[in-house]
């Protein structure tokens, strides 16, 4: 499955559309629905129009790219959102309710590495406008609805906890179909996300998911102490056969943020974060010879297909392997990817 990524504003909309129409003015969209299986056939209602302006013909939820006039929308019984949204390559990178500051500030919260002081103040000024509602028309999204709520994955997160009554954002990434979609939620009065819904892309995958479970589970087994710093899994679920779960917020700073804006305290971030993987490796250390089934699994389901290799678990390649002491690894410890906050007895 390809290019479903420019339909990626489906998924905060506060219903899951079932059947789509596409107006000629957003064709962009118009593959990625039929690749979905959700347009609308002949003769069927739809209820969603993505549409460039205000239809002649009314569906329960329109999506309307730049800046249409919300008054005929009420006029039509039409609860109406205006999103900010920020484009990548193949579809929507970031989009946030417009009105809501904390959402704002969350989104423009992560500068790009190594931009120039001028974009900074760039930043503020956009994060600002956005609480105010002045966005620019090329970047305003209008969501018009029976009624008003959150994105319905988060609306279905609720049961987990998820509150998103002060606002939330919602980010898409750059990567495949098969990337994950992650949503911030920010309770009311509250100044930053306490839960995170990660929800797929596309219907039936749950590897990532099983994944994620499976891995938390073991640093909670195997390495407690490092799982204080951890997020924590609330639940999964499944809506309109997508299925996603529900995660504590990380507090704190992306560290890529930190090593851009505060050179003078890298080495003491970059401390912090490396001192975390080496206790994760010494409080989960397992017993030499206990990656045995792993070796053979590699040596029945790997090796076998790529020429050259010894495939023997006791061969020159796994042989070694044998001797060592298993551990947990991060496996994306990437400065994108690790959130920093406090200190060290925090």
């Not at 959102?81 to 484009?87: D, E, G, I, K, S």
């Not at 495949?176 to 979609?181: E, G, L, S, T």
């Not at 204080?228 to 704190?252: H, K, M, N, Q, Y």
């Not at 060592?324 to 496996?331: C, D, F, Q, T």
């Amino acid at each position: 499955m390809s290019g479903i990524r420019a339909a990626d504003l489906r998924l905060v909309l506060p219903l899951p559309p079932i059947r789509i129409a596409v107006d000629p003015s957003a064709s962009a969209w118009a593959g990625a629905v039929a690749e979905l299986g959700l347009g609308a056939g002949p003769g069927e209602r739809p209820d969603l129009i993505v549409a460039d302006r205000v239809p002649a013909s009314d569906a329960p939820m329109l999506l309307l790219r730049g800046r249409v006039p919300t008054r005929a929308l009420r006029a039509r019984g039409h609860a109406v959102t205006r999103l900010l949204v920020r484009p990548g390559p193949e579809g929507p990178r970031l989009a946030f309710p417009i009105g809501a500051p904390p959402a704002a500030r969350l989104a423009f919260a992560d500068p790009t590495p190594g931009g120039r002081p001028i974009e900074a103040v760039r930043r503020t000024a956009a994060r600002i406008g956005a609480g105010m509602g002045l966005v620019p028309t090329g970047a305003l999204v209008t969501l018009a609805a029976p009624a008003a709520g959150p994105p319905f994955p988060l609306a279905a997160a609720a049961e987990f906890g998820t509150d998103a009554s002060g606002g939330w954002t919602a980010r898409f990434g750059d990567g495949d179909d098969f990337q994950r979609v992650v949503l911030h939620a920010i309770p009311r009065g509250a100044d930053r996300p306490t839960t995170v819904v990660k929800i797929a892309r596309v219907p039936g995958y749950r590897a990532p998911f099983d994944a994620d479970a499976a891995g938390l589970a073991l640093l909670t087994r195997h390495a407690p102490t490092c799982a204080i710093r951890a997020p924590r899994l609330l639940g999964r679920f499944e809506v309109a056969d997508l299925a996603a779960s529900v995660e504590t917020a990380a507090p704190g700073t992306p560290l890529n943020t930190l090593l851009d804006a505060s050179a003078d305290r890298a080495l003491e971030h970059v401390d912090r974060v490396l001192a975390w993987i080496i206790e994760l490796g010494r409080a989960s250390r397992g017993p030499v010879g206990a990656l045995g089934p792993e070796l053979e699994r590699l040596a029945r389901d790997v090796l076998p297909a790529h020429e050259g290799l010894d495939p023997h678990p006791e061969g020159a390649l796994l042989g070694p392997l044998g001797r060592l002491a298993p551990v947990l690894a991060h496996r994306d410890a990437g400065s994108w990817n690790m959130m920093v906050y406090g200190t060290d007895s925090d």
